[in-house]
């Protein structure tokens, strides 16, 4: 038994696990993916922390800036710590090896990023993740090689469900990738740091990955999720393919165009412009898009006026993809984008050390809501959620199994129970396929729980759920095989996008405002701060979620009405 399993190995898993293992603890890492392959290897832009390196900025700013980015649903002493420990995790970033883009002085360069009040975007020119994953891997590996205490990464492992017993969590289900057949991988405390559930939209930033397996296992070991019905629409996503151009260029000085040449956005949030917070560009772009001042149903992302050198030298990623993907050079030509499904502000409810209501369980980064991000997250802090939480997660995680008694051995009930569920999937015939499932509930979740948001099509969407779930108990896995059955992965990722979907869902139709991401223009235009200012609470039954609500912790800031 290890004393910690971490499932996930992104940046806020190998944090955690780091983590943990510094504190002594010994440490396993569950990943359905190498290391190096997970989402957080596609971040671009950058990660946040106040240390005034471009311009006058201090942790007060920074928290004040998220807690009205969250529109006032993030919880306040949890923003605190993210603004107040940031600079001491950027640093010790740097000091195990990130190499920063630098300013003339030669210190870390910050750029402007979207509802910031001052340049605090930390960068390794528009490749921030791929340089963090590599250096936690680094940093992962070390531990694997060093002392007593043991820390093994169990690569391309997919973990399916939680162990509980005697109320407290001892480990994890897994199948085996590589060799197939269930494992019981145990530990006296166990963090879920899986990362998003993109994919539950059909245009989507998320790799294939991002499913919400880590929300639907909490979900069924009775752990609930919070704020699940805020899903954050990035303004700049490629046209058709949805693939990620970062709002650095935004930050670097790229402005919006419709089809008239307009800069639009001065129409919208005339003081802040492209770099209002996302829900606002977004909705902007889509209001621009349903009046028809759109080309071929996407915005202008322009650029050119930055110059070749400026593009090449702090944007190469940005034209690399625009390049590949929709054919056009930014050194030349405006390049088409639109909103996609690209973050998570919802997720598995934690207090402010990752700990969840379950004994046992914690979670960290975007798989998490802790909350820092509310209803809007601004662009730089999930980066900087998964360092800061995971590192917290981890420790806490660690303290608690070094402390906790020596637990006996764990039954292998969970396990048995996996086994049978596994043989009853694999041993249909016939029946429907899992992806078509899955691309009508990515279709109609853009339709339906999209930008804008109405009653009658939510309700629609709740029933086109539960219809599909139903289909979902007779769908046929063919592969029948032990090595690299992703036929079977992707048919268990089908039900917990569709879980998570149906309590997404119902939280966004109770919800009866309009408040960051979450928008009702018809019913609910306006904020309720009288009857929303609250998280919502989803709870898994037999008949499917429950709902209820809890306070959010202030600290210092009264709700104020936004404008940028
Ligand atoms: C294209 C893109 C660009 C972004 N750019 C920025 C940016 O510039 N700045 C910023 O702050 N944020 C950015 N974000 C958001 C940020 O990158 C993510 O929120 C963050 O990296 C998530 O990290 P994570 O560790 O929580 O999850 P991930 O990095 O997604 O890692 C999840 C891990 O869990 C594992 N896993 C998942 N399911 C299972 C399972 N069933 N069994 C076993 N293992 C499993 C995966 O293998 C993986 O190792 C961006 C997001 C996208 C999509």
């Known amino acids: 038994m290890h004393d910690v399993v971490v499932v996930g190995a992104g940046c806020a898993g190998m944090r955690a696990a780091i983590e943990a293992f510094d504190t002594g603890a010994s440490v396993g890492v569950v990943s359905k993916l190498h290391p190096t392959r997970s989402?957080?290897?596609?971040?671009?832009?950058?990660?946040?922390?106040?240390?005034?390196?471009a311009a006058e900025d201090s942790p007060e700013k920074h928290a004040f800036d998220t807690v009205k980015g969250s529109d006032y649903l993030g919880d306040q002493d949890a923003i605190e710590i993210l603004a107040a420990e940031a600079p001491g995790?950027?640093?010790?970033?740097?000091?195990?090896?990130?190499?920063?883009?630098?300013?003339?002085?030669?210190?870390?360069?910050?750029?402007?990023?979207?509802?910031?009040?001052?340049?605090?975007?930390?960068?390794?020119?528009?490749?921030?993740?791929?340089?963090?994953?590599?250096?936690?891997?680094?940093?992962?590996?070390?531990?694997?090689?060093?002392?007593?205490?043991?820390?093994?990464?169990?690569?391309?492992?997919?973990?399916?469900?939680?162990?509980?017993?005697?109320?407290?969590?001892?480990?994890?289900v897994c199948w085996d990738l590589v060799n197939g057949g269930l494992r019981l991988i145990t530990g006296r405390s166990v963090v879920i740091a899986t990362g998003g559930m993109g994919r539950i939209y059909r245009v989507t930033t998320n790799a294939y990955a991002c499913n919400g397996d880590g929300m639907a296992m909490a979900l069924h070991a009775g752990v609930p999720l919070k704020d699940v019905e805020f899903m954050q629409f990035h303004p700049t996503t490629l046209y058709p393919s949805g693939v990620l151009i970062t709002e650095a260029c935004r930050g670097e000085g790229g402005y919006l165009l419709n089809r008239d040449g307009e800069r639009f956005m001065a129409r919208y949030a005339p003081n802040a412009l492209e770099l209002a917070s996302r829900d606002v560009v977004s909705r902007s772009e889509t209001t621009e898009i349903e009046a028809g001042r759109d080309v071929s149903g996407?915005?202008?992302?322009?650029?050119?006026?930055?110059?070749?050198?400026?593009?090449?030298?702090?944007?190469?990623?940005?034209?690399?993809?625009?390049?590949?993907?929709?054919?056009?050079?930014?050194?030349?030509?405006?390049?088409?984008?639109?909103?996609?499904?690209?973050?998570?502000?919802?997720?598995?409810?934690?207090?402010?050390?990752?700990?969840?209501?379950?004994?046992?369980?914690?979670?960290?980064?975007?798989?998490?809501?802790?909350?820092?991000?509310?209803?809007?997250?601004?662009?730089?802090?999930?980066?900087?959620e998964t360092i800061t939480f995971g590192r917290r997660a981890g420790q806490a995680a660690a303290e608690r199994a070094l402390s906790a008694a020596p637990a006996g051995t764990v039954s292998d009930v969970p396990l048995v129970q996996a086994q049978r569920d596994l043989e009853t999937l694999l041993a249909r015939k016939d029946g429907e396929r899992p992806w078509k499932i899955r691309d009508e509930l990515g279709s109609s979740m853009l339709e339906n729980f999209g930008v804008f948001r109405y009653t009658e099509r939510m309700q629609e969407q709740l029933e086109i759920i539960v219809a599909l779930r139903e289909r979902y108990e007779h769908v046929v896995v063919e592969d029948k095989g032990d090595v690299f059955n992703t036929d079977l992965t992707q048919a268990i990722e089908l039900g917990s996008m569709l879980d998570v979907a149906w309590c997404m869902v119902q939280a966004g139709l109770a919800r009866e405002e309009s408040r960051g991401s979450h928008s009702r223009p018809a019913e609910f235009p306006e904020r309720d701060d009288e009857r929303f200012l609250k998280h919502s609470v989803t709870q898994w039954t037999d008949g499917g979620p429950e709902l209820s609500y809890k306070e959010v912790r202030m600290t210092k800031w009264q709700p104020e009405v936004r404008s940028y």
């Open 298 to 384: 996407s915005m202008l992302l322009d650029l050119r006026h930055l110059g070749a050198e400026r593009i090449r030298t702090r944007l190469p990623g940005s034209r690399e993809l625009a390049l590949t993907f929709a054919g056009v050079d930014p050194i030349f030509d405006p390049i088409p984008v639109r909103p996609g499904a690209h973050y998570h502000m919802g997720g598995i409810a934690t207090d402010n050390w990752g700990a969840t209501e379950l004994e046992g369980l914690y979670a960290a980064g975007e798989v998490a809501c802790v909350s820092v991000h509310g209803s809007n997250r601004l662009g730089g802090n999930s980066l900087m």
């Open 89 to 172: 995790d950027i640093y010790q970033l740097e000091h195990w090896g990130c190499v920063f883009s630098r300013n003339g002085e030669g210190k870390l360069a910050q750029r402007p990023f979207g509802a910031a009040g001052s340049p605090r975007t930390v960068y390794s020119a528009d490749i921030t993740g791929h340089v963090l994953i590599h250096v936690l891997y680094e940093q992962t590996m070390k531990r694997m090689e060093q002392g007593s205490t043991p820390m093994h990464v169990y690569e391309e492992f997919f973990a399916w469900r939680l162990a509980v017993e005697d109320g407290r969590c001892v480990g994890v």
């Open 39 to 53: 989402h957080s290897g596609a971040a671009e832009g950058g990660i946040n922390a106040a240390l005034g390196n």
